[in-house]
């Protein structure tokens, strides 16, 4: 053993130890993503998000019985950029969803693709690409920003009528100088009817007023002392969609409305959010009309910036040959090492209004930067 080097090892081993203590130390902030390339004139910062989870559900495997199902997955695998380019605002990730997931097959894709720019002077800006549209603060909140280990009914319904977690097309963006109110408004494809049957996109829009903080604004659970109360409406209608004929067929049409509050007391930090959509589907020829409201509302305490317990509601109430009913339950929490940059979550999940039980439980461990 050449102890000479015995020193200088156990000093750069003490190094270590008091780094690695200090990291500990830091305040459970999200971490942004690297920086690769700082200019005037363009930027580039790299991130990445891993979603390793386990699944236990209880899946119907006849008209009245149920058996349950475990599964280890990878649910995200994303690589991001993001930057700008001579005054342009730029985002692209690529994704691998599913990996090892029951049923699933998975395949390589983009989950984001879009720029946005400033028109002349006018305050307003224009994005375009594939993004997430203007509609629903659930879907707009990032799946790794959730209090729950992943979305809800709240935004999955209307999910398929084409208010897809992320969509082709454009908007315009406005707000006013301290960002308090903001507005958009855009057209887009629908992903779920054939080109050759939609005549006309989808328009969606959306209205936010921020009464506090305006950084931030679509995600569960901040850190730190500011305060957030945020609240959004937005609507969308897509007519002229074809059958298989070519003739007009349908309309849809959903408008909803949601709040957020987060704000500190004490030592701890309560975090309120609720929404509501409601959906309705016209069928010309039949002269008949299907209608779906679906509601949210979830609230979690933080306690010390680390430790945060929550329960959310999702109700679903609808025509019978258009979902019927269904009412989730989830509790669970959420362990913070670095924010939602790098947590550990849980949710259990409880289904009523369905003949067979398909209750659950979900852990996940995140890395997101």
């Keep these: 053993m050449n102890r000479s ?3 200088p090892q156990q000093i750069c081993a003490a190094r270590r130890l008091v780094w690695s ?9 999200s971490f942004a993503g690297v920086k690769v390339f700082d200019s005037p004139e363009h930027t580039l910062e790299l991130g990445m998000r891993l979603q390793p989870r386990l699944e236990y559900e209880m899946v119907p495997t006849g008209p009245s019985s149920s058996d349950g199902r475990r599964d280890f997955l990878i649910r995200r695998a994303r690589l991001k950029a993001n930057g ?9 990730e690529w994704k691998i969803d599913g990996t090892d997931q029951f049923g699933a097959t998975p395949t390589a894709a983009v989950e984001n693709a879009w720029f946005q720019y400033p028109l002349g002077k006018s305050g307003i ?3 375009v690409g594939l993004y997430d549209q203007p509609f629903s603060r659930d879907r707009l909140t990032s799946d790794s920003r959730q209090l729950a280990v992943d979305r809800g009914a709240v935004s999955n319904v209307p999910d398929a009528l084409g208010l897809a977690d992320n969509a082709v097309g454009f908007h315009f963006y406005g707000k006013t100088k301290d960002s308090k109110l903001q507005y958009a408004v855009g057209m887009y494809d629908n992903r779920f009817i054939l080109a050759n049957r939609q005549d006309s996109p989808m328009f969606v829009g959306r209205v936010d007023l921020n009464l506090r903080s305006t950084k931030d604004v679509y995600q569960d659970a901040h850190f730190g ?26 309309t849809h049409q959903a408008a909803g409305v949601d709040g957020m ?24 020829g039949g002269n008949q009309e299907n209608n779906t409201t679906v509601k949210m509302l979830e609230a979690g305490i933080l306690f010390s910036q680390v430790f945060q317990p929550f329960i959310r509601f999702d109700q679903q109430r609808g025509d019978p040959w258009a979902g019927g009913r269904r009412d989730i339950t989830y509790a669970g929490a959420n362990f913070y090492q670095r924010g939602h940059s790098l947590k550990i979550q ?3 999940r409880f289904q009523a209004g369905t003949p067979d039980p398909i209750d659950g439980m979900r852990l996940q461990a995140q890395m997101d930067f």
């Design 346 to 348: 849980g949710d259990l």
């Design 261 to 284: 509050m987060d704000i500190p007391f004490g030592k701890q930090r309560l975090f309120v959010r609720g929404e509501m959509n409601a959906i309705r589907t016209g069928l010309i």
């Design 125 to 127: 800006e224009m994005r």
């Design 84 to 92: 700008k380019m001579q005054g342009v605002v730029y985002g692209f």
């Design 5 to 7: 080097l015995r020193g």
């Design 225 to 250: 002392e500011d305060r957030w109360i945020s609240l959004g409406v937005n609507g969308s209608y897509q007519g002229s969609i074809e059958n298989a004929a070519g003739l007009d067929d349908s």
């Design 21 to 29: 203590l200090a990291l500990l130390a830091l305040p459970a902030t």
